[in-house]
Nanobody, 129 residues
């Protein structure tokens, strides 16, 4: 089973930036779709961004388009989320997730949590002045 460990969260001011990382435990990391989700207190989990196995296809929630960028380095078994122009509403616990074997990402299926079968423990992002 692939283990995922997030890092890079913290406190940022509105308009600031953070870069989240998610380290995978196996070389097979490169064969899986990956995604970032977030959950704010009292709210449902929300899909933030998804990326194909080779990194060439990326997908974003409307609320983060143009501000957050998902990427991956398969040689390092690592997923990233570059967060720019942060807003207070970005405050949440951010999770990375591994897609199920055989999952081919598309515009319509990437936000579905049931498509993912391994999750990290989360890293907290707080945006406040």
């Amino acid at each position: 089973q692939v283990q995922l460990v997030e890092s890079g969260g913290g406190l940022a001011q509105p308009g600031g930036s953070l870069r989240l990382s998610c380290a995978g435990s196996r070389a097979s990391f490169r064969t899986y779709v990956m995604a970032w989700f977030r959950q704010a207190p009292g709210k449902e989990r929300e899909a933030v961004a998804g990326i194909s196995q080779n990194g060439l296809s990326t997908y974003y929630a409307d609320s983060v388009k143009g501000r957050l960028v998902i990427s991956r380095d398969n040689a390092k078994n690592t997923l990233y989320l570059q967060m720019n122009s942060l807003k207070p509403e970005d405050t949440a616990l951010y999770y990375c997730a591994k897609g199920r074997a055989g999952f081919w990402i598309s515009t319509t299926n990437w936000p579905s949590g049931e498509r993912y079968d391994a999750w990290g423990q989360g890293t907290q992002v707080t945006v406040s002045s």
